[in-house]
Every structure is written in C-alpha cells, then in structure tokens.
C-alpha cells in the first residue's frame, strides 16, 4: 500500500480533471466563455498542483516527525522511509497527478485514464527504485584487510540497512554489496552513505517533477491545438 498511495492519490485527482469535462458534454459550456480553454486548465493546473505541493509536504512532515525516534536506529535510506521522508513523497503524487490529467485528455473517461496513467507511473517508480535508485550517486568502496577473514570473490551478503552498525562503522549507511578481492587479502564494501540521504532526494525528486512537467506541458499544448 505504501508503494502505490501516492500514484493512486495522484491519478485519482488528475485523470477526472479534463475527462470528466470530455465525458458528461459540460466542455461546451467551461470552454465557450471569455476566458480560453489553455487558460482555463492552466489556471487549474496551478490551484490543484500548488494544493497537491502542501498535501504532500504535510504528509511528509507529519511522517517525519512521527519516525524520529525510529530514525536514529536506521537512518533514512530505507525503501519505505526513504519513499515518505524528504522530497521524493510529493514529487510521486504530482507525477501522477500528470500522467493522469494528460491520460484524461487523450482516453476522456475518468476510470480508463486513470488506469492508463497509474500502470507506467508505477513501473518507472518500480525501476528507479529498484535499479536505479542505489547508483543516482556513484557508491563508494571500502577496500578493508581482511586478516584472516576474508569473504569468497565475488560473494554478496549482508547487504541493506539496519540497526548495528555495518562494516562502514555508521548507522545508516546502505551497504550495496559485500565481497572479496580476487587474491582473498581483502574484503570490499560498497555502500551509499547515510549522509546522501538528501543528493539522493533531490536526484530522484528532480526526475519525476521532470516527468511532472513534461505530461502537464503536453497537455497544454493537445488542448490548445484541440479544433473547437
């Protein structure tokens, strides 16, 4: 569930939006007035989208606070925390929220659009966070002398977050993979610091506020171009 609210929330509120208006006929009054069709969804883009900003940054505060004691014992890097804490959580709905004002435009029905918008928001939510998200930011390798213990080459174990400490000796700090050189003299960590919580964020954020724009942006222009 915490995986796919924010693209339902998104879609749920930007599929109807111009669909409704293609479905039920009301078009020919809201786009027969004085003031032009571009304007008219311009000027609701900016009203839901700016509403959609301050319910996800609410969302996001009151998750935040209610984590902090749970944070100190894993940092923020976890998949689930990670996708509610910082910029990433907004950035989701008003992904969707594109896709599907755009999917509305083009399908005009609300229930259709909102499946057609909701399946490829997921899948790239899906892929960056299962690809991409780790390598955002080059990981950083830590090259430590075995001393007898040495891990099999080529061996991955141990990985992910949690309470103790990792090999990197910080809390927080989400270890990629774990592994030994080919001569078995040294152990090899790559990992992402818990300190890049935030370049993280803002990388991720950026992509899908791109995605945002870019489907509002076409819808603009479907709808400008649309004959009368």
């Known amino acids: ?51 959609l900003v301050v319910l996800g940054a609410a969302m ?27 910029l990433v959580l907004t950035a989701y709905i008003l992904c969707a929220f594109g896709f599907g004002v755009l999917a509305g435009l083009l399908i005009r029905r609300s229930i259709p659009a909102m499946i057609a918008a909701f399946i490829p928001w997921l899948a790239i939510r899906l892929v960056i966070e299962n690809l991409l998200r780790s390598h955002l930011v080059a990981p950083v390798t830590l090259v430590q002398n075995c001393g007898g213990l040495c891990i099999e080459s080529g061996r991955n174990g141990g990985t992910g977050i949690s309470a103790i400490p990792p090999a990197t ?36 954020a950026g992509i899908f506020v791109a995605l945002t724009a870019a489907a509002l942006g076409v819808a603009v222009w479907l709808l400008h171009r649309r004959p009368a």
Do not use: C
């Open 1 to 51: 569930m915490l995986l796919i609210a924010p693209g339902l929330l998104g879609v749920i509120i930007g599929a109807p939006l111009v669909a409704s208006e293609l479905e039920y006929g009301t078009w020919r009054l809201a786009w027969s007035q004085t003031i032009s069709r571009t304007r008219w969804l311009t000027v609701k883009l900016a009203l839901v989208t700016g509403g």
């Open 60 to 86: 996001t505060a009151v998750i935040t606070w209610y984590r902090a004691p749970m944070d100190r014992l894993t940092g923020h890097l976890l998949p689930n925390i990670y996708d509610y804490e910082g």
């Open 169 to 204: 000796g910080r809390i927080g700090d989400w270890v990629l993979s774990i592994g030994g050189n080919a001569q078995g003299t040294q152990n090899v960590f790559t990992y992402q610091p818990a300190g890049r919580f935030w370049s993280l964020q803002f990388i991720e």
